[in-house]
């Protein structure tokens, strides 16, 4: 069971340390909580349709310790396996997505990722 985003405690200093050189400017203040959430392994939210009913998902993926090491990302939406997506990408990338996110949700109260990540999910920028 994963913890609510609102209660999600900060990651260790010592974990914190390892990506913020990846981690730009303002953005670093979301880091500890990005990484606790990343540790977790899944997440559920909703992927906003413009003009059209928003579509449940759950994310999962796998988790490692280095910034460099390759994360494997799943995304199931509407409780479908027909409509599941992965993809692979280096940790501090998807951890990058996760601070968008976290950053994103306590504008709008919504979990869902930024449309870079669904970009790449979609290989749309190949």
């Known amino acids: 069971m994963s913890t609510p985003l609102e209660k999600l405690a900060p990651a260790d200093q010592r974990k914190v ?3 913020v050189p990846y981690c730009q400017g303002n ?5 500890p909580f990005a990484l606790s959430l990343y540790e977790q392994g899944s997440l559920e939210g909703v992927r906003q349709i413009e003009g059209g009913k928003d579509i449940p ?3 999962s ?9 390759l994360t494997r990302c799943r995304l199931q939406f509407d409780s479908n396996a027909e409509l599941s997506y992965e993809i692979s990408l280096p940790n501090f990338e998807f951890v990058n997505f996760l601070i968008e996110l976290l950053i994103q949700y306590k504008k709008s109260r919504t979990i869902d990722f930024p449309q870079g990540f669904y970009r790449k999910l979609l290989h749309m920028d190949e």
């Not at 953005?27 to 880091?31: F, G, Q, T, V, Y």
């Not at 993926?61 to 090491?69: A, E, I, M, R």
């Open 17 to 19: 340390a390892v990506y």
């Open 27 to 31: 953005r670093r203040n979301a880091l």
């Open 61 to 69: 993926w796998t988790t490692t310790s280095l910034p460099s090491d």
């Open 57 to 59: 998902f759950i994310a």
